[in-house]
């Protein structure tokens, strides 16, 4: 009974392992031509809770008949002189070897050796010893402990709550400024505004020497390209027409197109440089070009005079 026993729980656990391996790799190229039935997760889920069943089912069984044989009354039979009774004979099987090396329990027989005086309403209290599971269970967790105590407090080499916290915060921080590079780059000249910090005025003024000075002189005082002083403008003097003309250039007049070589921020830097030396008034500045273009402040609501006094213009870049 035994070997059949154990024999149906192994024929259940293999069945359960075959059908796992269904759903690895090797059952991709299958999953192609199988039934739609034989290939949803949620079969192999019903399947192997039905195995579940069975299985708690046999076993289930198996104690019920264990139980009973212990509960059946027994048979008393007097062995002849020199005949060898089956229980003489039987040995412990190797589960219940490894079962009492588990527990450590003493045996029924033998409880009168461990109990203790104290009675609580018929109830009497052995002295066992704990079960060497328990006890190598809590030997495990010492050793657990000291371990992590060396090496995440002492040793340092693993990441403590606070560590993954800040580690963590770092990263958010990485990609926080991932997110506001992409978000700047996307600025054009329908949303270029003024830059006022001093970093981005600076960086404007290194590409402006390394890039326009040759055409507009070192203080914007116009040399082959117009004046950048003063308040006329060729080709519009807001924000967004200043960020185009350098973005698109103007190939007629021979200004190169920069928007191959430089980003959109870079582009809005230079443009908030050039801002910065509106009204400067430099040595053996160029002659005025273009129209009067008069800077309507964002501070009051513009007037109609206010809104007139600003000139059309037929395209928006500079020099």
């Given at each position: 009974?035994k070997n059949k026993f154990f024999t149906t729980i ?104 461990v109990l203790l005086d104290h009675n609580y309403d ?17 030997y495990l967790t010492i050793i657990f402990a000291v ?173």
């Amino acid at each position: 009974m035994k070997n059949k026993f154990f024999t149906t729980i192994l024929f259940l656990v293999s069945s359960t392992a075959v059908m796992a391996q269904e759903t690895g790799p090797v059952a991709q190229k299958a999953s192609e031509t199988l039934p739609k039935i034989m290939t949803d997760p949620l079969n192999f889920i019903i399947a192997f809770s039905f195995l579940v069943m069975i299985g708690a089912i046999l076993v289930l069984m198996r104690v019920i008949r264990i139980l009973t044989d212990e509960l059946a009354p027994k048979k008393i039979v007097t062995p002849e002189p020199g005949q060898v009774t089956e229980a003489a004979v039987k040995k412990p099987s190797f589960w219940s070897k490894l079962g009492q090396s588990f527990n450590d329990a003493v045996p029924v027989e033998k409880e009168a050796d461990v109990l203790l005086d104290h009675n609580y309403d018929g109830i009497k209290e052995l002295d066992n010893n704990l079960p060497p599971w328990w006890k190598y269970g809590f030997y495990l967790t010492i050793i657990f402990a000291v371990i992590y105590m060396v090496d995440y407090h002492v040793v340092g080499a693993g990441n403590v709550q606070l560590d993954e916290y800040n580690a963590q915060l770092a990263e958010a921080e990485l990609q926080k400024a991932e997110r506001l590079k992409l978000v700047a780059n996307n600025v054009d000249e329908s949303t270029v505004t003024y830059l006022t910090e001093e970093t981005a005025i600076a960086n404007g003024n290194k590409i402006y020497v390394d890039k326009c000075l040759v055409c507009h002189g070192k203080a914007g005082e116009g040399i082959v390209g117009p004046n950048l002083t003063d308040e006329y403008w060729i080709h519009g003097g807001a924000a967004g027409d200043i960020f185009k003309t350098i973005k698109y250039g103007v190939p007629s007049k021979g200004m190169l197109a920069w928007q191959g070589q430089l980003t959109p921020v870079q582009i809005q830097e230079v443009t908030s440089f050039i801002h910065t030396l509106k009204g400067t008034k430099p040595a053996n500045a160029k002659a005025p070009q273009g129209d009067l273009y008069t800077e309507v402040s964002t501070t009051a609501a513009p007037t109609d005079s206010a809104s007139t006094s600003v000139t059309d213009s037929t395209a928006t870049a500079v020099n």
